[in-house]
């Protein structure tokens, strides 16, 4: 029996080998869908949204229209969580890592989209749980950067890479200076950190810091600041060029529609065509040949207590050629600090908050194409 137990693991090892030799994903356990659509995260306990919660909903676009497009319901995320910032597109699935959920801020969850099936895997959790944690892929690697770990306040220098083939993290050298909420994209082969929000807690104050780090040699260099200091961007790499574009000078009082492109062969900023709709938290994604912003949101806390409060469900598109924007058909449901990727023709937004702040977590995971 015991000769037979150590063939039989032989040859399953022989075969994970070769699946990893030849690039292929690992089989990753199922993580079935949440029952329900919202939970509070004092206590981690579901939610039901009340009629003052629901008219935080905020949809319209000052923006031309565009072709509408549409949105369908996918599979609900394992766990209503939010304040992912915001997910990554790998081999054909998407990767949400970190966030708040269960009633912790400094979560270590690790889902994975599988389109195809319109299911959520587990992966391998993050080394450590945190929030607002930059991630962006490349070459078979997730990367996962910073973060905080209280309530959007409190970040560290933690940085690692997530082996696709192996389900497994590795930690690579550390940022060189603490910070949550940053933007990570990948060009050239050299990833780009950008913008944040850093220390002491107590101030939490928005950064321009521009850092690159490279997987060659896991060393960092700098660049250029970005021109107006600012976390919870949306931020994309495209063509040669990195557009940054929204987010909030501190909090969510002072959203902007600021829009900068970063120039690396000059290493300077420009400005563009603003964000019709200031906001943060929001997801931005490349999809023929347009940027995609969606979700976000905006308003005044009072001792707790949201004021003019707005959690946006605009979907509003930039086209790079002609340096103008459109709207399109909003978000069914609108959330914040979304986890958005795209993969083939669909843009997929999974999670967020869904009011403002992160009092309740969405397990809402829909997907828009314009077909």
């Not at 309530?151 to 690692?160: C, E, G, K, P, V």
């Not at 806390?301 to 002609?322: H, I, N």
Request: glycine share 12%.
């Amino acid at each position: 029996m015991q000769r037979r137990n150590l063939v039989l693991a032989t040859a399953s090892a022989a075969v994970v080998g070769i699946a990893r030799a030849q690039g292929a994903s690992p089989r990753l356990p199922v993580a079935p869908s949440a029952d329900e659509p919202y939970a509070r995260l004092q206590g981690g306990v579901p939610h039901h949204m009340t009629p003052e919660q629901e008219a935080q909903r905020f949809t319209e676009s000052p923006a031309p229209a565009g072709a509408p497009g549409r949105w369908v319901p996918r599979a609900a995320l394992p766990i209503p969580r939010s304040e992912m910032a915001w997910a990554t597109a790998a081999a054909g699935r998407m990767h949400v890592v970190g966030g708040y959920g269960e009633g912790a801020v400094n979560r270590d969850y690790h889902h994975i989209y599988d389109p195809a099936a319109d299911r959520w895997l587990s992966g391998a959790p993050l080394p450590r749980g945190a929030n607002h944690v930059a991630v962006t892929a490349d070459a078979g690697r997730v990367y996962a950067f910073g973060g905080f770990v209280e309530q959007n306040r409190r970040s560290d220098t933690n940085a690692y890479a997530y082996e696709i083939t192996a389900d497994r993290w590795v930690a690579i050298a550390p940022l060189p200076r603490p910070r949550g909420a940053a933007a990570a994209v990948v060009m050239d082969g050299a990833i780009h950190l950008i913008g944040g929000a850093s220390e002491p807690a107590s101030e939490r104050a928005s950064v321009g810091w521009h850092e690159v780090y490279d997987p060659k040699t896991d060393r960092w260099s700098a660049r250029k600041a970005l021109p107006g200091a600012r976390d919870h961007v949306g931020c994309v790499s495209h063509n040669g060029q990195i557009h940054v574009i929204g987010g909030r000078f501190n909090t969510f009082e002072y959203n902007t529609d600021l829009h900068h492109v970063y120039l690396p062969a000059r290493d300077t900023w420009e400005l563009r065509s603003p964000l019709p709709t200031a906001r943060s938290g929001h997801g931005l994604v490349v999809y023929r040949g347009r940027y995609y912003a969606m979700g976000g949101e905006g308003g005044i806390l009072v001792g707790g207590v949201p004021r003019q409060a707005k959690v946006f469900g605009q979907m509003e598109s930039y086209d790079p050629a002609t340096d103008t924007w459109q709207r399109h058909a909003p978000m069914p449901t609108p959330r914040h600090a979304v986890g958005a990727a795209v993969i083939g023709d669909w843009i997929y937004v999974a999670g967020g908050g869904a009011v403002l702040g992160g009092a309740v977590q969405s397990a809402v995971h829909e997907a828009f194409t314009l077909g």
